[in-house]
């Protein structure tokens, strides 16, 4: 499969596919021409990278765990070395607590702006509750 083809069934740019390449997430085959050619392999794993990053990992994040990639896309986890395990977990646990921060930081605001506003307008300012 070229390129274009890779890009609509993963939902990604082929643009988004060079970098993951540059980036050392994939290496695709390549044809006696130099197009580059993807595996039904190399979709499986490009999807995962999608939905990983759509999840708020960063490129970083994953290139650091991408070696264990194949196996956990098609749910091979008992293969997984203690390294690998240790791997996924620290970077999974350092992501989620940065989130944890931003969520922190962003309620804070949150609760600051709406003491301000109720402050300077009063009545004119009625404050809806937080939505789920």
């Known amino acids: ?5 890779a890009a ?6 082929p643009r988004a596919l060079r970098h993951y390449e540059e980036q050392g997430l994939l290496v695709p085959g390549r044809t006696p021409a130099g ?5 039904p392999a190399d979709i499986r794993r490009l999807r995962a990278i999608g939905e990983l990053l759509h ?18 896309a098609v749910q091979d986890r008992s293969e997984a070395d203690e390294s690998d395990r240790c791997d996924v977990a620290e970077v999974s646990q350092q992501r989620l607590k940065e989130l944890d921060r931003r969520i922190e930081r962003l309620s804070l605001l949150r609760a600051r702006l709406a003491s301000q506003l109720t402050d300077h307008f009063g009545d004119l300012f009625t404050e809806q509750p937080p939505a789920p």
């Open 1 to 5: 499969m070229r390129i274009g083809d």
């Open 8 to 13: 609509v069934a993963t939902g990604l740019t």
């Open 35 to 39: 197009h580059r050619i993807y595996t």
């Open 55 to 72: 999840a708020g990992l960063t490129v970083s994040d994953v290139r650091s765990f991408a070696h264990v990639l194949d196996a956990t």
